[in-house]
């Protein structure tokens, strides 16, 4: 079992840049994919980016790409969102999540595909 927690989430005014971050406890000796997705209220959750557990392969969603980056900390169990040239159509609730990789190195963007969920943290982007 992975525990995850997100924070960094708050009020931005529309171009500002914010990073979440996504702190893992528990089981973090194993090795774990990661992803973050968003919802917002009365939609499906949508994938925003992922990481493969090595670091060495990344995948964003085409609404965020060049503007968001996705990166890891192996050595404190974190990964974290840089998001830049916020707009207002960012606001929602973001969460990360974490599958457990047994053999290779992958990304995964499907809801599915992940096993472990944060509680989320949200951003508001004000225009």
């Known amino acids: 079992q992975v525990q995850l927690v997100e924070s960094g989430g708050r009020l931005v005014q529309a171009g500002g840049s914010l990073r979440l971050s996504c702190a893992a406890s528990g089981r973090t000796f194993s090795r774990y994919a990661m992803g973050w997705f968003r919802q917002a209220p009365g939609k499906e959750r949508e994938f925003v980016a992922a990481i493969a557990w090595s670091g060495d392969s990344t995948y964003y969603a085409d609404s965020v790409k060049g503007r968001f980056t996705i990166s890891g900390d192996n050595a404190k169990n974190t990964v974290y969102l840089q998001m830049n040239s916020l707009r207002p159509e960012d606001t929602t609730v973001y969460y990360c999540?974490?599958?457990?990789?047994?053999?290779?190195?992958?990304?995964?963007?499907?809801?599915?595909?992940?096993?472990?969920w944060g509680q989320g943290t949200q951003v508001t982007v004000s225009s």
């Open positions: 999540a974490a599958r457990l990789v047994f053999r290779g190195s992958y990304y995964y963007s499907a809801e599915g595909d992940y096993e472990y």
